[in-house]
């Protein structure tokens, strides 16, 4: 007989709802900004929010081995999980927190970049490291949220370069480009970028890496990649008609023949209202959400599924049986923007499977 604890670990993984991340997607996507960019520039991957809900280490090991050479973070867990989970590649992070006497020997201790974009930090990185740190300025070009202004970065740029026990190695920004016009705001924040790396260069400041092109200027201007890129979003592009998104699916563990109606253990705790297109597969129909989606439940409408029966697989997103929902779909129904919307509104309570050489291996949600 069967002891107590596998019965009930079997059962505890037996909750069938599912996310399937397809690697092989990620890897194409940085292989095509690695193809775009060249190889003397070099692709530093932005795996902010998880990755944009994709999984941070499982995409950290992806774009690294498919041509990133480095990857940026907001959160300081963030490059504290990429260290520990073994990734030696170098990890800038973003300014995403406040800088202490703890914080600084973190970022000795695990060799992270910090941001640097006012003089209290610099002076904090100063004060507390016992040895010479990597740091990047981030400067504000014109999005006009974090960073030193671009009028006096030049300035401030080479008093970081001054100080004892900092290591100038990474000058960046962030541009913002908006969906109207957002060629020429593109073209004046570069203008003002490379306006601030033209008085550096006259100061006499070496700048090792210049970073200017993320996502949206790599896909309107590729040219103003200089030698530096840090994409996010376009590493989990569709590619070829795939989507890094393969797949949420769960089973139906309960029927209502009377009422017509199927339910599947996925609600809003686990971020299905976020992410469904409205309708789901089971059997290779198409059936329509019923009613309002609960905490934990969803009822869908199976009447015109024949022979249906308790355990059938639903796909919210994804193929079964030649019949097929995308990422894309879900997203026009939901109103977002991009499928990266979606994967962030995935929940950690969903099982996550990592799609690679076709195969599936699964990992607990790095979340
Ligand atoms: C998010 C972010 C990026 C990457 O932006 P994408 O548009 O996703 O490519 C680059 N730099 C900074 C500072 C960011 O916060």
């Known amino acids: 007989m069967n002891t107590g604890t596998a019965e009930w670990n079997s059962w505890d993984e037996g909750r069938p709802g599912r996310f399937d991340i397809d690697l092989d997607t990620v890897a194409r996507a940085t292989g095509r900004v690695r193809a775009l960019v060249g190889p003397g520039v070099a692709l530093y991957a932005t795996l902010k929010a998880n990755a944009y809900g994709f999984g941070l280490v499982p995409a950290a090991r992806t774009a690294l081995a498919a041509g990133a050479d480095a990857v940026a973070v907001v959160e300081p867990a963030a490059a504290l999980a990429l260290r520990r989970a073994g990734v030696r590649a170098p990890i800038l992070v973003y300014a995403g927190g406040l800088l202490d006497a703890a914080a600084v020997g973190a970022i000795e201790r695990h060799d992270l970049i910090p941001t640097v974009m006012n003089d209290s930090q610099r002076e904090c990185l100063a004060r507390h490291a016992s040895r010479p740190l ?53 073209g004046e924040q570069y203008g003002r970028f490379v306006a601030v790396l033209d008085a550096c260069r006259a100061a006499g400041v070496d700048i090792p890496v210049k970073l200017f092109a993320s996502s949206k200027a790599l896909r309107l201007a590729p040219a103003m990649a200089l030698n530096a890129v840090d994409p996010g979003a376009q590493l989990f592009d569709t590619v070829d008609g795939r989507s890094p998104f393969r797949a949420l699916a769960s089973r139906l563990i309960h029927l209502r023949p009377d009422l017509g109606y199927g339910v599947v253990p996925l609600g809003t705790s686990d971020g299905l209202d976020r992410v469904h297109a409205g309708v789901a597969l089971v059997r290779g129909e198409r059936v329509p959400l019923m009613d309002r989606i609960n905490l934990e439940y969803a009822k869908l409408d199976v009447r015109a599924v024949p022979g249906v029966a308790v355990g059938d697989e639903v796909v919210f997103i994804g193929e079964q049986a030649g019949a097929r929902i995308t990422p894309e779909e879900a997203v026009l129904h939901q109103g977002r923007g991009h499928p990266s919307d979606l994967a962030m509104a995935v929940r950690s309570s969903i099982r996550r499977r990592y799609l690679e050489g076709g195969a599936a291996s699964q990992m607990v949600a790095a979340s």
């Open 134 to 186: 990597l740091v990047a300025v981030k400067v504000d070009a014109g999005q006009d949220r974090l960073g030193v202004p671009a009028a006096v970065a030049a300035d401030f740029i080479a008093r970081v370069a001054a100080t004892p026990g900092l290591r100038l190695h990474i000058v960046n920004t962030h541009p913002a480009v908006p969906g109207e016009g957002g060629e020429a705001a593109l």
